[in-house]
């Protein structure tokens, strides 16, 4: 009963969650009906001391970075930055490539370091843009996000700096740049699915004279005639990515942080605050120049107030996910499916590592988080399996990031709510992409990781 409680949980998170229930009201039901069949009782003490203490966790962390990442957006938007963007890709690669711009925008900030969240904010004005000018559904800008966020650059380029990438290391001993030709192979083979996939959308879309859609418009402050150029408006961006690498790499580690180890700051290392600390330096500097170069074109106060509006739901869709992932994975049912997958595969640390990171990341619907589930129940275990096989580590690294980016893409995916919040859709409108580019180009990834590996 007590796995039975888990996957009916988990079953209907995914069915009310893509017809549109709010997971913000979902996430503690289904959390506390698992705690309810598995027979763990207290089920108060489950909301309060679990899912609220992780939920609240996750957005005091976080609050800053989805607030000054949606009034960078708004900015961007309402200053007619976006559009000066648009026109400019648009010259370049042409109308028709409006998807491959956004990848390749999305590529190159995740690259950079920027977190995912930050870049939703910033690329989709830019992506709504480009979709409107070449007529393409504004259905397909999350797929088109998530191939350029949520997959290559996510879990197999070598040296991304994405969470998941970095996870594998302290118990490995690795570095991001673990197995090269894994991890180049899988990042072209992701990139082509991807790009095959969204472009097919497209053209069937085009077929059927689909155009961009009657959604809401929010047109900047500024006329066509008096867009900003277009190397102003692009200095924002690169602010973000060149700043925070700054802060990361240079600035505050070599600045005096010994305070961080007082009680008062709560006695914590400077890494543990740092990733934070830069993106916030970051995009307030950024904020702060796109108001500088456009004060008269634009309602500073309206702007602020929106766009920190804006950034609630996407901010509690996430932590609601967290929490409701926290109760799961404290279930005394949680153990037997533990050692389940582990019995799958015995002495194959590639298989078993593979397997165990899928499913981890499918129940918690979350790649990081599944991740190091799999890595803090198992690593050892997996380490030990790999010097009796003769398995280079990095290979074990590889291969449970790819996998961390598979079944973490089902519909209850904390960071999926998001980016449809973000962009005003639903499930039913554009899960579908998701689930092809992320669930399935990935899963076929991993297998084809896995063939090189063992080959």
Request: glycine letters at 8%; a neutral charge.
């Amino acid at each position: 009963m007590e796995m039975f409680g888990i996957f009916l949980s988990i079953a209907l998170m995914i069915i009310f969650a893509y017809r549109g229930v709010s997971v913000i009201a979902l996430s503690p039901i289904l959390a506390l009906l698992a705690v309810l069949i598995s027979g763990d009782g207290a089920l108060l003490a489950h909301y309060t001391q679990i899912f609220m203490v992780k939920l609240g966790g996750f957005a005091i962390s976080y609050f800053p970075l989805f607030m000054l990442s949606a009034i960078f957006g708004k900015i961007v938007e309402i200053t007619g930055g976006a559009q000066a963007i648009a026109s400019y890709i648009s010259d370049k690669i042409g109308r028709d490539n409006a998807i491959l711009a956004v990848v390749l925008s999305c590529s190159v900030m995740t690259y950079g370091g920027v977190s995912l969240f930050v870049v939703v904010f910033t690329v989709y004005p830019i992506a709504v843009e480009l979709f409107r000018r070449s007529e393409t559904p504004k259905r397909l800008i999350p797929g088109a996000i998530a191939v350029g966020s949520f997959t290559y650059t996510m879990v197999s380029v070598p040296g991304t700096p994405a969470i998941q990438n970095a996870i594998p290391s302290q118990y490995f001993g690795t570095d991001t740049f673990a197995a090269p030709l894994i991890s180049i192979v899988s990042s072209l083979l992701l990139f082509v699915l991807g790009m095959s996939w969204m472009n097919y959308q497209r053209k069937i879309a085009k077929q059927n004279n689909e155009c961009y859609g009657t959604y809401n418009y929010i047109k900047s402050a500024v006329s066509q005639d008096d867009l900003p150029n277009f190397w102003i408006a692009i200095v924002p961006v690169f602010l973000v990515v060149i700043i925070s690498y700054a802060c990361v790499k240079h600035i505050f580690p070599n600045l005096d942080t010994s305070y961080l180890q007082s009680e008062k700051f709560g006695s914590v290392p400077l890494n543990a605050v740092v990733g934070n600390w830069s993106i916030i330096v970051a995009l307030f500097v950024s904020i702060i120049f796109i108001i500088a170069t456009n004060f008269k074109k634009m309602d500073i106060v309206k702007c602020i107030n929106t766009g920190a509006a804006d950034s609630l739901i996407p901010l509690f869709n996430t932590a609601s996910v967290v929490g409701y992932g926290a109760i799961i994975s404290g279930l005394s049912g949680f153990v037997n499916i533990r050692d389940s997958i582990m019995s799958i595969t015995p002495g194959n640390p590639v298989i078993s590592g593979a397997i165990a990171t899928c499913i981890l990341s499918g129940i918690t619907g979350s790649a990081s988080g599944g991740l190091s589930i799999t890595l803090e129940m198992f690593g050892s275990e997996l380490m030990a399996m790999a010097k009796i096989a003769g398995v280079n580590p990095e290979i074990i690294h590889r291969i449970v990031v790819i996998a961390s980016g598979s079944l973490h893409a089902l519909p209850h995916n904390g960071a999926f709510m998001s980016l449809l919040a973000i962009c005003g859709l639903t499930h039913r409108e554009s899960y579908k992409d998701l689930f092809a580019v992320c669930l399935c180009g990935t899963t076929i990834t991993l297998v084809v990781a896995i063939l090189v590996a063992i080959l």
